[in-house]
Every structure is written in structure tokens, then in C-alpha cells.
């Protein structure tokens, strides 16, 4: 009899140790699932932002308010700020290197 209660036992902690593990296993898969929320948040914010600058341009192109020379600042700004944005941002080029 005694010997059933050991085996009862060490399965409830044996059902105790797997419950704990699936939950540290679940926390982190929600950590992760929070940061990929959290990334594809700031994508959209650039992907809006850019956007919003090119629609600008495209408004602007012919338009006395921006001259040409403005119009390329801003392009090349533009160019400047989505090329960091892919190799920071999306290809993690820092932690390549």
C-alpha cells in the first residue's frame, strides 16, 4: 500500500513539474508573440510615415511651394531613412555584423 501512495506521489509531482514547465514554455512563446506585436507596429508606423512623404512629393512635384532641390532633399532623406530602417530594422544587420 505504501508503495502506491510513493508512486501516486512522485507521478502528482511529476504532473506538477510538467505543468510548470508548459507554463514557462507558454509565457515565453506569449513574450515573443508581444514582441513580434510590437515589431510589426513600428513597420506599419514607417510604412504609413513613408507613405505619407512620398504621397507629399508626388503632391508637390510640380507644385511653386517645394522646388526641385527640396523635392530631392526629401527623397534623398526618404531613401536615407528606409535604407536604416531595412538593415536595422527588418535584416538586423547589427547583430550580423
Known amino acids: ?10 507521478t502528482d509531482g511529476e504532473m506538477l513539474e510538467m505543468s ?5 514554455l507558454y509565457d515565453k512563446k506569449e513574450a515573443e508573440l ?3 506585436k510590437e515589431e ?3 513597420l506599419k508606423k514607417v510604412i504609413m ?3 505619407g512623404t512620398i504621397r507629399l512629393l508626388d503632391q ?7 522646388d526641385r532641390d527640396t523635392n530631392s532633399y526629401i527623397l534623398e ?6 535604407s536604416n530602417v ?9 547583430n550580423i555584423l
Open 20 to 24: 510548470n514547465h508548459l507554463k514557462e
Open 34 to 36: 508581444e514582441k513580434i
Open 86 to 94: 531595412v538593415e536595422y530594422e527588418i535584416l538586423h544587420i547589427e
Open 49 to 51: 510615415s513613408c507613405y
Open 1 to 10: 500500500m505504501e508503495n502506491k501512495n510513493n508512486e501516486k506521489e512522485m
Open 40 to 42: 510589426n507596429l513600428d
Open 77 to 82: 532623406a526618404l531613401r536615407s531613412y528606409l
Open 60 to 66: 508637390q512635384w510640380n507644385n511653386i511651394l517645394l
